[in-house]
């Protein structure tokens, strides 16, 4: 299968909106997006399988929102209401584990991961 590639980040202000993207290979059960800032541990953000609505942790709910483009293999990130707190590297990575597994956004379920696209967040 071919890795996953993010792109779309980007420096922002506080308040505004960021679209990411994922390229997968087709076959992938469920795609999440994780991030990390520096000094903190990698966690999870949402993530989408088809079939099912898209799930998304506290933190980002109701500001973020996860798409699939089908047609092209992608899936979408949306990110409006930007805060400094936002600022990470976000990832993209594939889970192919029952669905209930998959949803903990626990990164030893994923297998495949992208390389990263940098958000920065300035107040």
């Known amino acids: 299968a071919q890795p996953l590639v993010e792109s779309g980040g980007e420096s922002v202000q506080a308040g505004d909106s960021l679209r990411l993207s994922c390229a997968y290979s087709g076959g992938e059960y469920y795609i999440g997006w994780f991030r990390q800032a520096p000094g903190k541990e990698r966690e999870g953000v949402g993530g989408f399988t088809d079939h099912e609505s898209a799930n998304y942790v506290a933190s980002v709910k109701g500001r973020f929102t996860i798409t699939k483009d089908r047609a092209k293999n992608t899936l979408w990130l949306e990110m409006k209401n930007l805060s400094p707190e936002d600022t990470a590297m976000y990832y993209c990575?594939?889970?192919?584990?029952?669905?209930?597994?998959?949803?903990?956004?626990?990164?030893?379920?994923?297998?495949?991961w992208g390389q990263g696209t940098q958000v920065t967040v300035s107040s």
């Open positions: 990575a594939a889970c192919n584990n029952a669905y209930s597994t998959c949803v903990r956004l626990e990164g030893r379920f994923f297998h495949r």
